[in-house]
């Protein structure tokens, strides 16, 4: 399956953020999620595990207790249950790994 950008329609999350949906089957989703400066994922868990690329800009991530930034080219594994949010310290675009696919984000 080839997910093409300009057809992912983006969806807002959060004030600052939206969602494109670019590909998914039963076992995996991927999103790429826009920020922009100052934005927040507020914190939150899921039942899914979570692989996040930062693609672009810079982020405070909250994963359980620890708090660190990341950068472009840097990466986030969210365990299973694992509460955890962001902070967009510099605009940017994050791509969203679940396992299995958000049914969540489908509705």
Do not use: W
Request: hydrophobic content about 35%.
């Amino acid at each position: 399956m080839i997910g093409y950008n300009k057809d992912a329609v983006p969806t807002p999350c959060e004030p600052g953020v939206t969602r494109r949906i670019l590909s998914y089957c039963d076992e995996m989703m991927m999103c790429e999620i826009t920020f922009e400066k100052g934005a927040r994922g507020n914190l939150h868990s899921h039942p899914h595990i979570q692989q996040t690329y930062v693609a672009a800009g810079a982020f405070e991530f909250t994963v359980g207790d620890e708090v660190n930034v990341v950068k472009q080219g840097d990466s986030v594994l969210i365990p299973s249950g694992a509460t955890h949010g962001v902070l967009c310290l510099e605009a940017g675009k994050l791509v969203d790994v679940f396992n299995p696919k958000r049914e969540d984000f489908l509705k």
